[in-house]
């Protein structure tokens, strides 16, 4: 039996066609709580698009042998639409099965009769590779369900756009060498392992996450390491390294001819290798450049549909925290929630001018964590704050990058160069019942169906005020990390650097 969802993982990741075949049982592994979360987003996406079509046959309902008879009646009755549709059909030496978002009718022009498109809802706007494998499984199966002397059409319904796709794309591609796609399955499947490389996008949804990441460690594997691109790695599996210590050793020449690299990339990933194989972290030179003076530090919570943000966090390096909650209701009111001030505005607009107000009163940078916040600046705020905040915002990831390779590894389910992945290695916790974008994003939801209960916003509220005190925390480690390097009669002990900036309080 091949699934065509699993087949799809040719162009995500082979080894998990290997896992799948050569592995035995996965370890009992849920996906990551991002995973989850961005399952039921497009579960939620998928159904608020088929809900607003007229004349959908639903079978979801059905076992998966009910759906294969009902899904062949259906067409054959000329159902407009049909959700939940289900087939089978052998290839080969396998029978490959798969369910379809949706089916829709088409006239047919020369005939005059009809034949049967399958879609794929997807909450992104642009195809991936599996997206594009997936709709053509469906598509050769709906063939052979049909019998049709062409190959069907599909199409992608990209975004969202209330409850329709913000974008469509048809896909007429011959399916002629759909066939290989299979074989080549079987191949991974008889060869040997493929190596491991992890990527958020695939790896928080597979079950074999965690027996990659014990692999991975116990071979000291260059997929480890933060900030390896994957042209990168495949240029340095080619040449025989697999292992940290490999890099550590390799010819600078080598390092400097690898794909998208910058003047520092090749020295970066030598220190990078050193700092996790020792467990220590390794300075990028013997004088680190000066931090700027970060007085503020910054985190936002978005909608994840839209990126919209909801709530701004700000935190003082005296110890003030502030959140901001967009909600035209209740604009211009204050309250304290958990100890937490907290100051609703009507939209992301007002929110940002408040940011720079506050940035203004405090003095110094804006500290925020990555790009999705200057991101979010560029979006959301009208151009004169954006005008006026840019030149405060500091992007403490690229700051610290600069200057230090952390310990921390890239695994299946986190980024190592990632806020919490760096701040959990500092001894940095999240409060029970908030420790997740999930559940602040739930909290919020829910607020606005009863917003006189103020309460119910509080594990939005800790959550958002523990991002941003962890965003102050490894910001004083940092700053406690550089003067110990740069002060050359200073010693240089990274454990006290650690504690004095998890047990300061923000």
Known sequence: MLDAADLAWLVRCERRIWLDRRGGQPPQTAPTADARARIALRANHKYRVISAIENVEDLSAFTWDERVTRTYHAMQRGAAAIAGAAFEAPIGDRLLRGAPDLLQRRTTALSGGWTYEP?????????????????????????????????????????????????????????????????????????????????????????????????ARETRDIALLPGLSQRQGSALRRRGIHRMDQVVTLDPAILAALPERSPASGARLRRQAQALLADQPAPVSAALPTLPDVRLFLDIESDPQTREPWAFGLASAPGDRFVIVVEPLFAGKNARIDGVPVLWVR???????????????????????GEAERLMLTQSADPQTRQNLAPFMIDAQRELNQRVALPVPRLSDQRGGGLKAIARWLGWTWPPGADHWTLAWEAYRQWRGQPSLFDILAPAIAYLTADVEALAAVWRWLEAFVASVNATDAPQDWRADRDTATNHEC
Do not use: M, Y
């Open 347 to 369: 939209n992301a607009e007002e929110g940002w001018q408040h940011v720079l107000d506050t940035a203004h009163i405090v003095g110094g940078a804006l500290a925020h964590w």
């Open 119 to 215: 879609v794929a809802i997807v909450l992104h706007t642009r195809p991936a590779r599996w997206d594009r494998l997936l709709l053509d499984s469906w598509r050769w199966l709906v063939r052979q369900a049909r019998g049709d002397a062409i190959d069907p059409p599909g199409e992608l319904w990209l975004g969202a756009n209330g409850h329709a796709p913000a974008l469509i794309k048809r896909q007429s591609a011959p399916l002629a060498g759909f066939t290989a796609h299979v074989r080549r399955a079987a191949a991974i499947a008889n060869g040997e392992a493929p190596v491991i490389w992890f990527d958020s996008d695939h790896c928080p949804f597979c079950p074999w996450r965690t027996a990659c990441d014990a692999t």
